[in-house]
């Protein structure tokens, strides 16, 4: 298993531009989770997706919306790019039974907005 | 609001020192705590979570209520313990992974 995939690796968009973000969670996983970790800091959760349902939302605009599909895969999309999303992405998976909060983590997307 | 303190950015000790990373923490409720470590040119991986209740490459954490600490200790730390280091926490049932971090240590042990 290659465990959490994520593409692409490294992006650069301009102000106002949109993005896609795209994650392929643990086989047998049905949580994935988005987080955005800005250089010095921790990563930040922006969205939470289980059985294709969305189950929590970290305190971002409404620029940043997200999706998942019935194979668990997910897409996160930000809307009018600013600087300030210039970060990397991580997502990350979990079995999503509720027993346990464990996190594997993809390498992430690395986003520059110019 | 739930919050993770990381109260040091930069650790450095000498190999075979005893070594500490702090974490305290702010839930209501009864969390679920994680170190997570990255090693350089490696992903985010977990360490260790309190309910496991184990050693991992020799550290340990142990979860203390009263103090909403839970710092990450080894006795003897090595070189191939340099890297940056998470406390984490999060919820249980259907708050179990949307977790919280704290802003990180990075630990570099010295030969």
């Known amino acids: 298993d290659a465990g959490v995939t994520q593409s692409p690796t490294h992006l650069i968009k301009t102000r106002g531009q949109h993005v896609t973000l795209r994650c392929s969670p643990i086989?047998?996983?049905?949580?994935v989770s988005w987080y955005q970790q800005v250089l010095g800091q921790g990563p930040q959760f922006i969205f939470q997706?289980?059985?294709?349902?969305?189950?929590g939302r970290g305190n971002f605009p409404d620029r940043f919306s997200a999706r998942q599909f019935p194979n668990y895969s997910s897409e996160l999309n930000v809307n009018a790019l600013l600087l300030g999303d210039s970060a990397l992405y991580l997502c990350?998976?979990?079995?999503?039974?509720?027993?346990?909060?464990?996190?594997?983590f993809g390498e992430g997307s690395r986003l520059t907005v110019l | 609001a739930q919050r993770v303190t990381q109260p040091e950015k930069l650790l450095s000790v000498f190999k075979g020192a005893p070594v500490e990373l702090k974490c305290n923490y702010s839930y209501s409720g009864s969390p679920e705590l994680f170190w997570y470590v990255q090693y350089s040119r490696q992903r985010l991986q977990l360490l260790l979570r309190?309910?496991s209740r184990e050693s991992i490459k020799g550290f340990t954490a142990d979860l203390n209520k009263g103090e909403t600490s839970f710092h990450l200790k080894k006795p003897f730390a090595q070189e191939e313990d340099s890297a940056m280091y998470y406390c984490?926490?999060?919820?249980?049932?259907?708050?179990?992974?949307?977790?919280?971090f704290g802003d990180g240590t990075t630990l570099t042990v010295k030969p």
């Open positions: 997706y289980y059985e294709k349902e969305e189950r």
């Open positions: 309190h309910i």
């Open positions: 990350a998976s979990s079995s999503g039974t509720g027993v346990s909060g464990e996190l594997f």
């Open positions: 984490a926490l999060s919820g249980r049932g259907v708050n179990a992974g949307k977790s919280t």
């Open positions: 086989s047998g996983h049905k949580s």
